[in-house]
């Protein structure tokens, strides 16, 4: 059985799905055939939950990151959050890691990225809250200090933002 779904429930038609197995969680990549414009289909994922998450305090975006994060599932949402909150005005981004349990290197270089893209429109990007094992690899990196400025807490964080 095919897990894609139409937004209006219907079965797909004309579609081939492979199951991979990857980090014990199936991803499910489709090949739609026959069609000029891609249909309405979507794809299930067995979480359906994105490590992270954002909010507002007063000028600056809160992007909290909880459990893994892997820039190779989750880095495109990431980068295109950022992006719409370049579009809206938004330039001052806090990465709150105190619920992150695990970060591998394409998630830090989505943060990078994420770092990258705000200072070019004049924007920042600080992390807070990072449990040692993340710190740690951050340090290995030569990226504490000289790209990325760290804070015990998120209000500390926004503090030296203003």
Avoid at 38 to 62: A, D, G, K
């Amino acid at each position: 059985m095919c897990p894609l779904k139409h937004p209006h429930g219907h079965e797909p038609q004309v579609a081939r799905c492979f199951v991979k197995l990857f980090l014990n969680q199936s991803l499910i990549i489709v090949d739609v055939l026959g069609s000029i414009t891609p249909p309405q289909w979507y794809v299930t994922h067995p979480s359906q939950r994105m490590p992270f998450s954002t909010r507002e305090i007063s000028e600056t975006v809160v992007f909290q990151i909880t459990g893994k994060f892997l820039g190779s599932l989750e880095g495109e949402a990431f980068k295109e959050t950022i992006e719409e909150l370049k579009e809206s005005g938004k330039k001052q981004v806090v990465i709150d890691l105190s619920k992150a349990d695990f970060m591998d290197s394409s998630g830090i270089g989505t943060l990078i990225g994420a770092f990258t893209s705000m200072k070019k429109v004049d924007g920042d990007v600080k992390l807070a809250g990072m449990k040692e094992r993340i710190k740690n690899l951050f340090l290995l990196t030569r990226l504490l200090g000289p790209v990325f400025e760290e804070y015990d807490t998120v209000d500390e964080a926004i503090a030296s933002m203003q």
